[in-house]
């Protein structure tokens, strides 16, 4: 990917490869009965996307000590996850996208139902996989799975997602009382009206974005064995990281925060978030170097 260092770029093609390797042994195979609903898994899953949130759970697993293949299906489980997201968010009934990735969206190619189920299947497949990831004899693979079931439930990526929904409804209403624009410039502090609306779009990147990401961290923490205060930094990390995420694709996309606060103080937000990042794996020295790299790398992005 443009703009990471070699090292980081090396670490993502190495691991996006053995997640990809994984997941082909895990999703059922194309040609298994019922034919169409794990063709149109494959499609969603195999679709080009970056692997972010997996190889950063194997990262997160490795610069806590977490050796071996154990990540693997926790990793799975979690791109499972964001496959379902992504296929059920561009339904009619939510974003109403007829492309992902460049081409059709998996409801687009098989149909809404086939996409709905599509989506379905891919939650207990995830579930299912994350609950045996544990090392024998200890709590981690029910520990992994009340962090994600948290993380992705309706207190975190869907509950962020209802949030958006009401607040763009919100925004799009002819009474709408919170019509802001940009300052004009980034020394003009921000209007008590604009104030409330940025508070709001924080708490639903928290959720919607966040949440997945903070749990990828989190969970290669817990994996690897690491004791509570670790793991709450490497989740911590992946918040933080998160939030810097969903402010830089605002960037790119010149909306969301952008367009609340304009582009010079997203910048400083996205700053500021991966300087919070970067605090909390400060504790893990030089094995944190490459959730170091990751974090310029969100903060830096230009695609
Ligand atoms: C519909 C259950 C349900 C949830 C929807 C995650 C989500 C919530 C919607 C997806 C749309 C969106 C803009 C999410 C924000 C997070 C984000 C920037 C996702 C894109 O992630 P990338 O860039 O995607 O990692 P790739 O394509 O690389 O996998």
Do not use: W
């Not at 007829?98 to 579930?127: K, N, T, W």
């Not at 799975?145 to 207190?155: D, E, P, R, T």
């Amino acid at each position: 990917m443009t703009g990471m260092t070699p090292r980081l770029a090396r670490f993502f093609e190495t691991q996006s490869a053995r997640v990809d390797a994984a997941l082909d042994q895990v999703l059922p195979p194309a040609k298994a009965h019922p034919c169409t609903i794990h063709e149109a898994m494959r499609y969603a899953v195999f679709s080009g996307g970056k692997r972010f949130r997996p190889v950063l759970a194997i990262m997160s697993f490795q610069a806590c000590g977490g050796k071996g293949d154990r990540i693997l299906n926790a990793a799975c489980a979690i791109e499972l996850i964001h496959a379902f997201s992504l296929v059920h968010d561009d339904l009619p009934a939510l974003d109403n996208d007829e492309y992902r990735r460049g081409r059709l969206s998996c409801h687009a190619q098989y149909g809404e139902a086939v996409g709905i189920l599509a989506g379905d299947a891919m939650l207990p497949l995830a579930f299912g996989l994350l609950c045996g990831c544990g090392t024998r004899g200890t709590e981690q693979g029910q520990a992994a799975v009340q962090v994600l079931s948290k993380a992705i439930g309706s207190y975190g990526m869907i509950g962020g997602q209802i949030a958006d929904l009401e607040h763009v409804a919100l925004m799009e209403s002819p009474g709408n009382r919170y019509r802001v624009k940009p300052p004009a410039s980034s020394s003009k502090p921000l209007t008590v009206k604009a104030q409330e609306v940025l508070k709001r779009l924080n708490e639903i990147n928290a959720q919607k974005t966040a949440a997945l990401i903070a749990a990828s961290a989190g969970i290669g923490a817990l994996l690897a064995g690491s004791g509570k205060a670790l793991t709450q930094r490497l989740s911590q990390y992946g918040h933080s990281l998160g939030m810097g995420f969903q402010v830089t694709d605002d960037l790119l996309d010149s909306d969301g925060v952008v367009s609340i606060v304009g582009e010079a103080k997203a910048r400083e937000m996205a700053e500021r978030y991966i300087g919070e990042a970067k605090q909390q794996i400060k504790p893990l020295g030089k094995k944190a170097v490459l959730l170091d790299e990751l974090a310029n790398f969100v903060r830096d992005r230009t695609a």
